[in-house]
């Protein structure tokens, strides 16, 4: 439904007709600026283009705010907001290593990064994202690999089913078991994990945070 609305533009008034809706969210960026409504329209006119008329510049300016407002940092092509860079799990047996966590990563949906056979590291991203890399390889430093007590790494999954799946997944190729997948509400409600360690004795998480059966979160 289309309202009319006037306001005083520059010292002028101006009669504007936009659907209902769009008023509404007008008045919520408004009050999100600090400004009037008729403060914010000043400034969608004049960067409005001259063929463009006011009541759809408005349009415009609106659906942009909204649809940056939808959109998460990794569909804009942002990744200043990941936190990490990439991991590292250090092996000694890099062939043996690269079978355990090639099948893993598949089940997981990690997306394959590179090998490099010679040099004996490979890694994997996010199916949707170049960041953050997991990564498994020899120590640079030529030493032997060892584990730190204390250190785990965990990964954020999508159903109780995967976690149950990876977890005996993990397993079947000679993972070592660390927990049993199941809920730990000792950490938050909705808590379902499990844990296994890799083929180098590196503990591994995995973690699903949604109520079992939702996938809204």
């Known amino acids: 439904m289309i309202e009319k609305h006037s306001l005083s533009i520059r010292g002028h008034r101006t009669s504007i007709s936009v659907e209902a809706p769009f008023w509404a969210e007008l008045n919520r960026l ?17 960067d409005r283009q001259p063929e463009t008329n006011l009541s759809s510049a408005i349009r415009l300016h609106v659906l942009q705010e909204t649809l940056q407002k939808a959109q998460t940092p990794a569909e804009r092509g942002d990744t200043s907001h990941v936190i990490l860079s990439h991991v590292y799990l250090g092996t000694d047996d890099f062939e043996r290593s690269l079978r355990f966590w090639a099948a893993i990563a598949r089940e997981i949906g990690l ?9 004996g590291w490979a890694g994997w991203q996010p199916a949707d994202a170049d960041r953050p890399l997991f990564l498994i390889g020899r120590p640079e430093n030529g030493a032997p690999a060892s584990i730190g007590n204390g250190t785990m790494i965990a990964f954020n999954l999508g159903s109780h089913a995967l976690v149950d799946r990876v977890h005996a997944l993990a397993l079947a190729l000679g993972g070592r078991d660390e927990g049993a997948p199941g809920l730990r509400p000792h ?3 909705n808590y379902y994990g499990a844990y296994f360690r890799d083929r180098d004795g590196h503990k591994i998480g995995l973690a699903c945070h949604r109520p079992d059966g939702d996938s809204s979160l």
């Open 30 to 46: 408004a009050n999100v600026a600090g400004c009037a409504v008729a403060e914010l329209v000043a400034r969608i006119d004049s």
């Open 111 to 119: 997306r394959f990064r590179f090998e490099d056979g010679e040099r």
């Open 187 to 189: 950490y938050h409600p």
